[in-house]
Structures are given as C-alpha cells and as structure tokens.
C-alpha cells in the first residue's frame, strides 16, 4: 500500500493539455484513477466534461482507449464492452464506464442498474460535481439544496440531493467507495482494490468544479477537504456488504469533531443565496446521513 | 441437399443469427419479436450458439450493448419491433455514425398512441434517415437468406442493416424453409474484420467530439470534420448498392436462391400496371396481379427489397414500360403521402416514366388487407387512369375515411 504519493505507480496516462479547466476536480481524480488501473483497460463514457476532457478529433490527452456513447447508455456501453471481450476471450481488460452526476442519478440510472443488477464485471465511477457542468451549470438530481444554478438561478434549488450511494448499495454491490481528489491516496488504494474484485463495482468521486461552485481555481484541495471535515462528504467503502469508513472520515467518526456545514458553504458563490432556514435543513440533512453511516459502522 | 423445415418468420431470423455464428446477443421483449429473443436465450442457454447474450433491461441499452461489442470486434445481433425500435432512436444513429456492421430484425408492428400489437412499417420507415440499410422480407425463406446476406453486406461495406419483416403476417407464421448449411454458411460469410478495435494494444478516443472543420493530427495529417464523415455515411450506403447486388447473386450462386438484389419482379415484361410495395404486402400483391390478369389485365409487381439504400436505378428500369401504376404501404409521412410513393415519383422525375401513380395506405396496426382487395384496387386505380386522371389523391384502404 502506498503510505505517499511517490509510491504511486510513476507513469501518467492523462497528458498535459487537456480541455478542463483550470482546477478541475475530475482532472485529478480522474489522473490517480487511471494511474491505479494501468494500461489494460478500456474507459467508456458519455457527453460530459469527461467527454470534453478526452479531446477535441483527431487528438487526445489520454492514453487509454476509450469509447464515447450517448448520455443515457454509460452502463451498457460498459456491458457491451465486456460482452464483447468476453466472447473474444480478452476477459484480463478492466473495462471502467465514467459519467457525471447527470449521466448517473438522472438519465443513466437505468442502464446503470440493469448493469448492476445483472451483475456486470466492471467499475462504475461516478464524477459528483453536482450539476449538469458541460452544458453551463444547470441542477440536476445531485444538486445539493439551496444552490444556485442556471436552471434554480432565483430561487435556489428546493430540495435535498439524491442519496444515489444508497441506491448503488441497495443493488448489493461486491465494492462500493466514496472518493474525492483532495485525498489521492485514499483514492488510489480504493481503486487498486476495485480492480481486483469480480463483478460491478461502484465508485463515487466528489468533484470540486471552481466555475460551477464559484471558487477561485487555487482553492479545489481545499474545497474538497472542506467538505469532508464538514461530514457533506464522507469518504467511506461497502465491501460486501461491510461499511467501513476510510481516511480522514474515519478519524472524524472516532473523534466526531466534524465541522459545521457553514464552514464548506460559505466559501462558495452558489451558496450566496441560500437562507438560514436551508442553512439549517442542510445541516439537518448531513447530521442525519452521517448518524446512518456510523449506525452502518457499528452493525 | 435441401433441409426444409415448417417455422415461423421470428424461428427463420433465429436460426440465421445461429447460422451466421454470432458472439453476443443483447435484446429486449416486445410484441412480436419476443418469441425471437425467447429462442435465441434458449440457444445460448443450451450450449448450440457460443455467444454472450446480454438480457439489458431496455431496447436503448439492447442496441448500445451491440454498438460496443462490435466496437471491441465481435459480431452482434438484435431485434425489436415498433416502440422497442423507437426508443432506441438515438442509439440506431450512433450505430450508422460509428460505422458498425450490426445487423438487427425489426419485426414490423403499428406504433402507440394508442397501442397496437399488430403489423405496419411504421416502425422502421420512420427510422429511414438514421444511417441503417433497410431490407424488407416477403416471405420466411427470405427472413433467414437475408439476415444471412445482411452480415456480408455490413461487414464489406460497414453500415448496419436492419433486416424488415412483417409482425404476425411472417414472424408467427409457419412456412417451408430451406435452412441452410451451417458449413455453406461459413463459406459465404468469412469472420467479421473491424475497421478499427477498441483496445489497450491501441489507444484511442472513439467517437470525440468533433469540430465543424477539419483538423490536422499530431503528425500534421489533415482529418476529417463532422461533415466530411457524414459524406462518407453517405457514400457507403450509395455505394452499398452494388454490394447489396453482388451479395444476393453470389448467395443465388451459393443457394441457389435469388430474392432479387435491391428489387424484385413478377410478372413485369409486358405489364401496363405494375403494384408495388415492401414486404409481405407486396408479396400478397403478385396474387392480386395473377387474379387481373385472369381477367385480362396486364399486371405485374415490383416489390422493394431495399428501401435504404433506394433502388434508384433498379426502379427506373422495373418501371420503364408500366402505364399505371398502384403502391400499396404500411406506414404514412404524416402530413403527405406513403415514403415509398414520394422516393418512387422522385426517382421517376426527369425520365421518360410518366405513368400515373396511385398511392394506397393499407394494413395499418393489422388493418386486414386481401389479394383480392388488392386487385380490385389496382383496376379501380386503372380505370381513372383510363378516365386521365393523373393524379389521384392517396386512398386509405379498407378504412373509414372523410
Ligand atoms: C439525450 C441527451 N440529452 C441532453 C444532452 C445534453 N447534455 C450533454 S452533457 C449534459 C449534462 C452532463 O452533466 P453531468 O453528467 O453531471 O456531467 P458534467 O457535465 O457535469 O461533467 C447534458 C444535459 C445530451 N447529450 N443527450
Ligand atoms: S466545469 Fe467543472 S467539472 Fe467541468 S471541466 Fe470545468 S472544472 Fe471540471
Ligand atoms: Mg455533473
């Protein structure tokens, strides 16, 4: 297990020059991910900042072969990927379907769950930057309350996120794990382990996005950090069936000296117009999701 | 040695999946194509076809399943009717788009609102501008010869096809079929080649986003824009003419049986009225054609085999003698006329083939249509014809009308 970052595998996949942006959250998640999987593996995806990121034709940063499909077929893409493989007997290929927040809690989620259900041998990873980003900002079903995006752009949006990771776990996955790119490490012992397991494996990335939160492009690390010392992302895995917390999480749940979710929002302009009473909802809302995952722990 | 069985339309297009050795399946249940997907698990299931079948939960992930296992290089099928080919609209442009010879039955049936099982080709004429060769079947033997064609034909020119055939009329209607050898099968159809694999060996980004202009690579080579692969859809599925020719003639050769290339025609040499149409109705129509000439009119029929790429040429040449002339459709360009009427008087402009043209819609959602319907329209068509009327305006068979 690598104790730091120089331990990790040395050889980068991504090239410099891609089409994120500057301080964009997936661009480095996204780089470890890979690093953790290694060449023989197959990436599918669909219209996203991802899908932004792999390059304009004919060239592109990444050097893993990957496919892009349409927005609602990520899951079954990957299906058909390791369909394929299978009946050509290449079944040594970790196939790997990535999508945003909008192509997993909204339009993906049936491909994705006819995948799981059927027990599909791949990893899921889903990029959480909590809004439709490729198409300018608008909410999506893992819009957290209270933000401001281009379709809530008076009102805020009005309700919670969607709990998706409950959804995922109630599939009975062999792996399930919560990731964010402000602790690599954590990120990459995460994936080395998914790449070992048979099966669909899920994986859920928190991804800062400075122009989508209203951030300055220096304060990703931070933003993320935030959001797990505040509880609004707990970084935990599912291993059969088995909770465990994971990193700074788990140091947090042994000591329970969580910060207020004030301290993560304010920093962020999407946040600005939010009143006390979701100020205080939100609260509400992580306490209780974080009484959950302790429950889970205990059992 | 023929080997000729009694099945049914959707047992016809198993066997030819089975026959043409493919590696994955993925399909989802609709009416009357579910008996299809039933067969093809139970062939999977019990060892007699070595091929992944992926039970998706959808018609749009049962046509991405395909797409990507054909991306990685092996050799897929699917099947739907109606709704099911509906909602994977936007997936059957992805397939045309990515260059994938996938090869699909659409057992045609009536599209909702409101819901009906029953046969029409609404389904598949309205997906004629996704990319897809569309060949449409008169009868089960042709069902099983052509899905067997459909792999050669997509796996030369690298469009899918989709191969039509009539709900209920063919697919759960038992006929004598001559199943053809497994080893003479191979023969005709060698394994599939992918243009491009996608794998570790060698990584690229399939299907990017593109910019309206063309690029230069990193080695300073000029790729193509959007467009200018659009054109290259284009041109193989003009150019897919001649393979769809080539492809009936050597299975002809191989078989011994010969469907007609892009058309067929029956009884045409000396016709003044000539019936036209796609599918089984066209084939009811050479009965309606036998029963007028017993009364002493010379009709013949035309039937379409291939509607994507259109028979241009073929039809210019089929219909150079007629003097009237009565398309029967399943399937209506709402706001117009039968697709099949407007593609046939287009063709038709600029040449010495001024015959008048009578459109008729019939058998739409399993709306009965008989021969001898048929044939008492067609005379109906000829005596205006006779009166001069040029343009009639188009008749809905059988239906309550005004
Ligand atoms: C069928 C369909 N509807 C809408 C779109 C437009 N679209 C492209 S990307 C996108 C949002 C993507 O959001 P998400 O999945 O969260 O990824 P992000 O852009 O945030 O990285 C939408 C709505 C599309 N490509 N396809
Ligand atoms: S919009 Fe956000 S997620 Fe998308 S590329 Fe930019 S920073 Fe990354
Ligand atoms: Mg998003």
């Known amino acids: ?299 | 040695m023929s080997n000729v069985q009694i099945i049914t339309g959707n047992q016809a297009a198993a066997l030819a999946a089975k026959l043409c050795s493919v590696e994955v399946v993925a399909a989802y249940p609709i009416t009357p194509q579910s008996q299809l997907s039933e067969i093809l698990s139970s062939y999977v299931e019990s060892g007699e076809l070595k091929a992944e079948y992926v039970r998706v939960e959808g018609e749009h992930s049962a046509l991405t399943v395909c797409i990507s296992a054909s991306t990685v290089g092996a050799r897929v099928f699917t099947a739907t009717s109606a709704n099911g080919l509906l909602y994977m609209h936007e997936q059957l442009h992805w397939a045309a788009g990515s260059r994938l010879p996938i090869v699909m039955c659409c057992v045609n049936r009536g599209v909702g609102a409101p819901w009906t099982i029953f046969n029409d080709q609404q389904d598949s004429l309205a997906q004629r501008d996704t990319g897809w060769i569309q060949l449409y079947c008169r009868n089960n033997q042709e069902i099983i010869d052509t899905v067997i064609q459909a792999y050669r034909i997509a796996e030369s020119v690298y469009c899918p096809v989709m191969v039509c055939y009539d709900g209920f009329v063919l697919s759960h209607t038992m006929m004598p079929v001559d199943i053809p050898d497994a080893a003479g099968v191979r023969a005709f159809l060698p394994p599939y080649q992918p243009h491009t694999i996608l794998s570790p060996d060698d990584p690229r980004n399939l299907n990017p986003v593109l910019f309206p202009g063309q690029r230069r690579d990193s080695e300073g080579v000029l790729r193509d824009g959007y467009m200018d692969m659009r054109y290259k859809l284009q041109a193989a599925l003009e150019k897919a003419s001649e393979t769809i020719r080539a492809v009936n003639a050597a299975f002809a050769e191989a078989f011994g049986r010969d469907h007609g290339g892009m058309l067929w025609e029956y009884r045409t040499d000396d016709a003044d009225l000539i019936l036209a149409g796609m599918g089984s109705i066209a084939s009811e129509a050479t009965v309606a054609a036998d029963r007028l000439r017993e009364e002493g009119i010379k009709a013949g029929v035309v039937g379409i085999r291939s509607y994507r790429p259109f028979p241009k040429a073929d039809v210019r040449n089929a219909f150079r003698n007629a003097k009237g002339i009565a398309i029967f459709e399943k399937s209506i360009s709402y706001g117009y006329e039968g697709g099949l009427c407007s593609d046939l008087k287009a063709a038709f402009y600029g040449t010495a083939i001024k015959a008048p043209i009578h459109n008729y819609i019939a058998g739409l959602g399993g709306r009965d249509v008989k021969a001898r319907e048929l044939a008492a329209a067609a005379k109906n068509s000829l005596a205006g014809f006779e009166k001069g009327m040029v343009e009639p305006q188009t008749t809905w068979l059988n239906t309550t009308t005004g």
Not at chain 1, 31 to 52: D, F, G, Q, S
Not at chain 1, 57 to 64: A, E, G, K, L, N
Not at chain 1, 174 to 187: E, F, G, H, K, R
Not at chain 1, 273 to 294: F, H, P, R, S, T
């Open chain 1, 1 to 299: 297990m690598p104790e730091n970052l120089f331990k990790l595998n040395a050889k980068e996949y991504i090239l410099p020059g891609t089409r994120a942006c500057q301080g964009c959250g997936l661009s480095l998640g996204y780089r470890y991910a890979l690093k953790a999987l290694r060449e023989n593996t197959i990436v599918t995806l669909p219209a996203c900042c991802l899908c932004v990121l792999h390059g304009i034709y004919p060239s592109t940063p990444v050097m893993i072969p990957c496919l892009n499909n349409s927005f609602a077929s990520t899951a079954a893409s990957a299906a058909g990927i390791v369909a394929g493989l299978q009946a050509l007997n290449k079944t040594d290929t970790t196939v790997m379907a990535v999508a945003g927040d909008g192509g997993t809690f909204d339009m993906g989620i049936q491909a994705l769950s006819g995948a799981a259900e059927r027990g599909t041998d791949f990893i899921y990873l889903c990029y959480d930057n909590e809004g439709y980003m490729n198409t300018g900002t608008q909410r999506s079903s893992a819009t957290p309350m209270g933000a401001v995006t281009t379709t809530t752009p008076i009102l805020t949006k009005q309700q919670h996120k969607k709990d998706f990771i409950k959804i995922m776990d109630a599939h009975d996955l062999p792996y399930l794990a919560t990731v964010s790119p402000s602790y690599p490490i954590d990120l990459y012992e995460k994936f080395v382990k998914a790449k070992k397991i048979k099966g669909t494996r899920y994986i859920h990335m928190y991804v800062p996005c400075p122009p989508g939160w209203g951030f300055a492009t220096k304060d990703t690390i931070k933003t993320g950090k935030l959001a797990v010392e505040t509880g609004v992302v707990v970084l935990f895995e599912i291993e059969n069936g088995k909770f465990r917390f994971t990193g700074r999480s788990k140091t947090l749940a042994e000591r329970g000296n969580r910060l207020p979710v004030i301290n993560y929002l304010e920093k962020q302009g999407r946040f600005r117009k939010m009143n006390i009473e979701q100020l205080n909802q939100q609260q509400a809302w992580v306490d209780g999701k974080w009484q959950e995952y302790i429950r889970r722990a205990e059992a």
